[in-house]
C-alpha cells in the first residue's frame, strides 16, 4: 500500500500529461482515458487514509 502511495506521489509531482495546466478538475477530460490533477490528488488521499487505518489496526492489534 505504501509503495502504491508513493508511485502515485511521483506520477502526480511529475505531472507527464501537465494535468495542472490542462486538465486540473473532474470532469474536465471526458473525452481521454487520462485522469485529471484533482482526481489523482483524491486517490493519494484515498491510500493515505487507507494505509492509516492499517497501521492504525496494527498498533491496536500490538502488531507495532
Known amino acids: 500500500m505504501?509503495?502504491?502511495l508513493d508511485?502515485?506521489?511521483a506520477q502526480l509531482y511529475a505531472d507527464q500529461h501537465d494535468l495542472?495546466?490542462?486538465h486540473y478538475h473532474i470532469g474536465s477530460n471526458p473525452d481521454s482515458k487520462i485522469a485529471t490533477?484533482?482526481?489523482h490528488v483524491d486517490q493519494i488521499i484515498a491510500l493515505q487514509r487507507g494505509l492509516d487505518r492499517a497501521i492504525k489496526e496494527a498498533?491496536?492489534?500490538g502488531c507495532l
Open 7 to 9: 508511485k502515485k506521489r
Open 2 to 4: 505504501a509503495a502504491k
Open 20 to 22: 495542472y495546466n490542462n
Open 59 to 61: 498498533k491496536d492489534a
Open 37 to 39: 490533477f484533482e482526481g
